[in-house]
């Protein structure tokens, strides 16, 4: 039991205390973005970086670089995460994959729906794949200040939801976010992933060779058309997740490189005067190597970055919207409201109605511990949308206006639904 949910409390943990300090970001960039030093924050994330080798070279403004770029290995540890989920954790297992793979498609298809209701045949008609998105470090964040009153089973369950509702962003993105497509440059992607695929059916366990392809990969769909962000979720599946040496013999080798450390030397000697326990240290260090698959390697390596640097990053760079006089205006527009609704009417909706329908039909059950209630909490926190919502938006929309109103529609929305949602799960239980 706590082999199963010891990596979980870790990664729960992690998006707990990155949801703080990606609210903290948001406010500095909404207070900077609207202060007497606009004009900076808008100078600053509009500079020229160019990168290149040669006659070859990138050139992009900062914000690009890190929606491009540094946003790549924030999808890429969403790959690992729902690589690792689908082979041993909540959906691996067909039943308990139906109920947050049911909720989660009804929390995506009712808000698009809503948004198109709202905004068809206009020009915000694109955007319609905004409101489908959650996120996971937000929605886990408020959870986390429940504390005691969150059962952990509807801790799994909302992490589940989240992570399938990444899945269904990413298809959202590669299918109907992308412009014009380069073939060549895609095919050369190709060979890149093909060469990735291999070195995993080969057992290369080196991280640096699948950082090296993967980074030409990521240039490859940078040129191509198709959004970078993917190549980090196509590199993400071709990471080995599975063991170089069994634990039996992990076990064995460790215990006699340990009894060789210890007849090498008196306790407390300095290791660096002792070439013995230096070559026991290596071995044991090589050991524990081959026995951690280079999918736990690199989620655990990556995580904190992508928790506590990128995202809060991100939202720097995209969350400061000036709130002028056209604020009213905005939050009145097709767009704003289309949004809204479907963050804060049709995320619940979508969530508890689909879950409702897969245990009536029998096809799965309410978590041990959990209520219909924790359900339909879940639900609203589910419409805080934020990260992927902002990082969508910018792809649906080239003006400017409707893009600031998109995201005025966001950050309201994602307020309400994680207020409301709070409110009713901390009404749903009493404290353990």
């Not at 509807?154 to 899945?167: G, M, N, P, S, Y």
Request: charged letters at 10%.
């Amino acid at each position: 039991m706590e082999r199963i949910v010891r990596p979980f409390q870790d990664f729960s943990h992690k998006q707990s205390s990155g949801g703080i300090i990606l609210i903290i970001a948001t406010v500095v960039a909404l207070v900077w973005a609207n202060s007497p030093w606009g004009d900076s924050y808008v100078a600053l994330w509009h500079t020229k970086l160019t990168v290149g080798v040669g006659d070859f070279s990138v050139s992009k403004d900062l914000t690009h670089w890190i929606n491009d770029g540094l946003m790549a290995i924030f999808f890429f540890v969403v790959g690992l995460e729902i690589k690792r989920e689908v082979l041993v954790g909540e959906l691996s297992s067909a039943r308990n994959a139906v109920l947050p793979v049911a909720a989660a498609l009804g929390g995506a298809v009712v808000p698009a729906l809503i948004y198109l209701a709202i905004n068809a045949g206009t020009q915000g008609a694109s955007g319609w794949g905004i409101p489908m998105a959650t996120d996971i470090a937000f929605a886990l964040g408020v959870l986390a200040l429940l504390g005691q009153r969150a059962p952990t089973t509807l801790k799994v369950f909302l992490t589940a939801l989240a992570i399938v509702d990444d899945i269904v962003a990413v298809l959202v993105i590669a299918l109907f976010y992308t412009s014009e497509i380069s073939w060549g440059a895609l095919g050369v992607g190709a060979v890149f992933l093909a060469a990735l695929v291999v070195a995993n059916l080969l057992g290369v366990g080196r991280t640096l060779v699948y950082a090296v392809l993967g980074i030409g990969l990521w240039l490859c769909f940078l040129l191509s058309g198709v959004h970078a962000t993917i190549a980090g979720v196509l590199l993400a599946f071709t990471v080995p997740a599975v063991s170089f040496i069994n634990p039996g013999a992990f076990l064995e080798r460790s215990r006699y490189v340990l009894e060789r450390f210890e007849q090498a030397g008196e306790k407390g000697e300095n290791v660096l005067s002792n070439e013995e326990r230096q070559a026991a240290l290596h071995a044991l260090n090589h050991a524990a190597y081959k026995l951690e698959p280079p999918l736990h390697e690199l989620e655990h390596a990556l995580h904190p970055w992508v928790v506590f640097a990128i995202m809060p990053l991100f939202a720097l760079a995209n969350a400061g919207v000036p709130l002028g006089g056209g604020i009213a205006e905005a939050l009145t527009s097709p767009v704003a409201i289309g949004i809204v609704l479907g963050l804060v009417l049709g995320k619940q909706l979508g969530i508890t109605l689909f879950a409702w329908l897969t245990v009536r039909s029998g096809l799965s059950e309410l978590p041990e511990g959990t209520s219909w209630r924790h359900i339909y909490g879940a639900g609203w926190l589910a419409g805080i949308g934020f990260t992927m919502s902002l990082f969508i938006s910018d792809l649906a929309f080239l003006e400017d206006s409707l893009v600031e109103a998109a995201k005025l529609g966001i950050l309201g929305a994602s307020v309400v639904a994680g207020v409301v949602g709070w409110t009713l799960l901390r009404g749903a239980s009493r404290p353990r």
